[in-house]
Each structure stands twice: as C-alpha cells, then as structure tokens.
Nanobody, 120 residues
Framework: QVQLVESGGGLVQPGGSLRLSCAAS????????MSWFRQAPGEEREVVAA????????IYADSVKGRFTISRDNAKNTLYLQMDNLKPDDTAAYYC?????????????WGQGTQVTVSS
C-alpha cells in the first residue's frame, strides 16, 4: 500500500517562500507520476503542478507559473514543491497525489494534506 506524507506547510507573509515535501513509501521511486493539488475552503480541489515519473516533464497551473517549482528525488522517494513569492490567494490545503501512468485513477493515492496560509 502506497502512503504519502506531506510536510512543510505553515504561515507565511505575502512575498515569502515555503517548500513542501511529500515522502512516499510502499512503492519504488519513480514508478508513479506525481502532482500537487490544493483546495481552499469552499473551492474545488485543483491541480497546481505535475511531474513525470522520471522528472523530465513538468506542468503548472497558470496561476503559479514562474513562482512554484515542482521536483522529485526518486532515490529518496520524495516529491517537492518550492513556492516563492506567495500570495494570499495561495492559501489552501496542499495535497500530494501519485498516479500510475498506465492505470490512471485505478491506481492512485493521496496524502493527508498540509495547510499553507499566506497572510500578513
């Protein structure tokens, strides 16, 4: 059973930075495509950034392009999200997601989430 554990959330002032981490266990590093989602109160969960199994391909939501960087270390089985120039609109619970690129939703997993609050 794959388990995903996020960390690194917290309270930060506008313009500040945070780095989220997602430690995976129960799977081989690089087996799953990984992504970060976020969900603000009263809003739907939305994808923030995604990265391929090898780490060679990444995509970003328009709202975070140029400010967030997704990366992974398959040797450590860990996913990262570097968030710079944070804005109040970035306030949300952030979730790590792993998905089998061949099976899609039939073989996917979610972390428990970590809260990011951007406020002065």
């Amino acid at each position: 059973q794959v388990q995903l554990v996020e960390s690194g959330g917290g309270l930060v002032q506008p313009g500040g930075s945070l780095r989220l981490s997602c430690a995976a266990s129960g799977c081989t590093g690089g087996y799953y495509a990984m992504s970060w989602f976020r969900q603000a109160p009263g809003e739907e969960r939305e994808v923030v950034a995604a990265i391929s199994c090898s780490g060679g391909n990444t995509i970003y939501a328009d709202s975070v392009k140029g400010r967030f960087t997704i990366s992974r270390d398959n040797a450590k089985n860990t996913l990262y999200l570097q968030m710079d120039n944070l804005k109040p609109d970035d306030t949300a619970a952030y979730y790590c997601h792993a998905e089998n690129p061949d099976l899609g939703p039939q073989d996917d997993y979610w972390g428990q989430g970590t809260q990011v609050t951007v406020s002065s």
